[in-house]
């Protein structure tokens, strides 16, 4: 059975660093591009970064150069690494498996709350 | 930046109507890169549409997607009480970009 489960969430000072997991059973994530959504309180969906197969990383224009997508081949998991955090990361983040051939998600995780806070 | 429109924001409907949901591109996009997700308060997306026309795996047949260029809809032939929830559109550019629209709330009339 296929699942993602993201764990790493919190409460967190604006300026800190945090890092997501998601740990995938039931598939290699080596094997599938991988994507990264938050959705803020109340929100729509935003995407935040992806990486393929091949490893090339993609970012929205909102995290640039503070975030950072990774995975560990070897403990089958997803990072994010999230640095200089704002008010306005605060969401739930999601990780998701993307369908071969398409630009679609087909399996998510359950989401991990981080909240950018004094 | 290929944006996506959603209409209505809103849409109120009973038991048994039929749905229609629009997701309108900016710009003209490529069917492979378009699909639907269907979301309920406090779960994950589910993904429900992709290549703008095919059905996810497990998913009823009272749900289907159409549309090309610019302009994707999906419907809901007969809706059950467990089809109110908020629905996005989601494509992918050229760009290395994934865009969702802003969502289509179905709710209970």
């Known amino acids: 059975e296929v699942q993602l489960v993201e764990s790493g969430g919190g409460l967190i000072q604006p300026g800190g660093a945090l890092r997501l997991s998601c740990a995938a059973s039931?598939?290699?994530?080596?094997?599938?591009?991988i994507i990264w959504v938050r959705q803020a309180p109340g929100g729509g969906l935003e995407w935040v970064s992806v990486?393929?197969?091949?490893?090339?990383?993609y970012y929205a224009d909102s995290v640039k150069g503070r975030f950072t997508i990774s995975r560990d081949n070897s403990k089958n998991t997803l990072y994010l690494q999230m640095n200089s955090l704002r008010a306005d990361d605060t969401a739930v983040y999601y990780c998701?498996?993307?369908?071969?051939?398409?630009?679609?998600?087909?399996?998510w995780g359950q989401g991990t709350l981080v909240t950018v806070s004094s | 930046e290929i944006l996506l429109t959603q209409s209505p924001g809103t849409l109120s409907l009973s038991p048994g109507e039929r749905a229609t949901l629009s997701c309108r591109a900016s710009?003209?996009?490529?069917?492979?890169?378009l699909a639907w997700y269907q979301q309920k308060p406090g779960q994950a997306p589910r993904l429900l549409v992709y290549?703008?026309?095919s059905r996810a795996t497990g998913l009823p047949d009272r749900f289907s997607g159409s549309g090309s260029g610019t302009d994707f809809t999906l419907t809901i032939s007969r809706l059950e009480p467990e089809d109110f929830a908020v629905y996005y559109c989601?494509?992918?550019?050229?760009?290395?970009?994934?865009?969702f629209g802003q969502g289509t709330k179905l709710e209970i009339k």
């Open positions: 290549g703008a026309s």
């Open positions: 990486i393929y197969t091949d490893g090339s990383t």
């Open positions: 998701a498996r993307g369908v071969d051939n398409y630009a679609a998600f087909d399996y």
């Open positions: 989601q494509h992918y550019d050229s760009s290395s970009r994934y865009t």
């Open positions: 710009q003209s996009v490529s069917i492979n890169n």
């Open positions: 039931g598939f290699a994530v080596r094997s599938y591009y």
